[in-house]
């Protein structure tokens, strides 16, 4: 993956890395947490009637420049240009969100990365229950303790792999994949769906995830959850209070609206 103007000591600026970066899981562990604790997930352009763009330019513009955050394609497409910076291998990968009452598409996008002689999975776009650091893909059926949160991998005999949390006491499945590598191409249907279907979570309502050490901050149409160490504290928001929230929780600047 990659950008003409993508710069790596700027991305590293911007989400606060200050150690040293290699091509190594070490490196891999620390750029994920920390781009998860200062880059939001966020569909801000899906609100105001735009189709995300994926071009590679446009996305390091807009999440390194830009004041904003993007969904899955574009903050795993900006952690792609990193990885590709630092010598790091890796391949995109669909994934199938499992926790809809019907069966959906492979709408969603994933990273699997190689160091160190281990497959990892990596993901800073799944939103409120997305994992927190790389998974190995070697380390299936067991309970994976990510701060305050918990995750398993389990693999079928087809050699698709299934993610799953524990919500509430409940383990509930969140994404199948394979290792099937996809092309950045590949992505642009569901790209187009999830910004203008009207079944779709980000045409439907704002959701605004930034993950914190001790939880996350979501922002899901005009209710402010602040979760902290496995508690959940909820506030209803006006929708004139919105803009000065996304800037002082999120560190967001709203686009400008769409013309009919």
């Known amino acids: 993956m990659h950008a003409s103007n993508f710069d790596l000591d700027r991305y590293l600026q911007r989400i606060g890395h200050h150690g040293n970066a290699g091509p190594d899981a070490a490196t891999l562990h620390a750029l994920m947490r920390q781009q998860l604790f200062t880059i939001p997930f966020e569909n801000l352009d899906v609100q105001a009637g735009k189709i995300v763009s994926l071009d590679p330019e446009h996305i ?7 004041g904003r955050g993007g969904y899955c394609y574009e903050v795993n497409g900006l952690f792609a240009m990193a990885l590709q910076a630092l010598g790091i291998p890796y391949r995109f990968v669909a ?3 499992m926790f809809y009452p019907a069966r959906r598409p492979r709408t969603h996008m994933a990273l699997v990365a190689e160091a160190e002689g281990r497959s990892w999975l990596c993901d800073l776009g799944f939103g409120s229950y997305g994992i927190r650091a790389p998974m190995d893909l070697q380390a299936l059926d067991a309970d994976i303790a ?3 949160d918990t995750f398993r991998l389990s693999r079928d005999e087809q050699g698709e792999y299934l993610l799953t949390a524990r919500v509430d006491g409940t383990w509930t499945p969140q994404y199948a994949f394979n290792l099937s590598p996809q092309e950045w191409i590949d992505f642009v249907p569901a790209n187009y769906l999830n910004s203008t279907h009207p079944d779709a979570i980000f045409v439907q309502k704002r959701v605004i995830v930034l993950h914190q050490p001790a939880g996350r901050l979501i922002l899901a149409g005009n209710t402010l959850k ?5 508690q959940t504290e909820t ?5 004139d209070e919105i803009t000065q929230v996304l800037a002082s929780h999120f560190g967001l600047v709203p ?3 769409e013309r009919s």
């Open 60 to 66: 390091a513009g807009k999440l390194l420049g830009g």
């Open 146 to 148: 990510q701060d305050s």
């Open 226 to 230: 602040t979760v902290a160490d496995g």
């Open 255 to 257: 686009p400008q609206a």
């Open 235 to 239: 506030r209803q928001l006006a929708e």
């Open 95 to 97: 994934a199938r969100p």
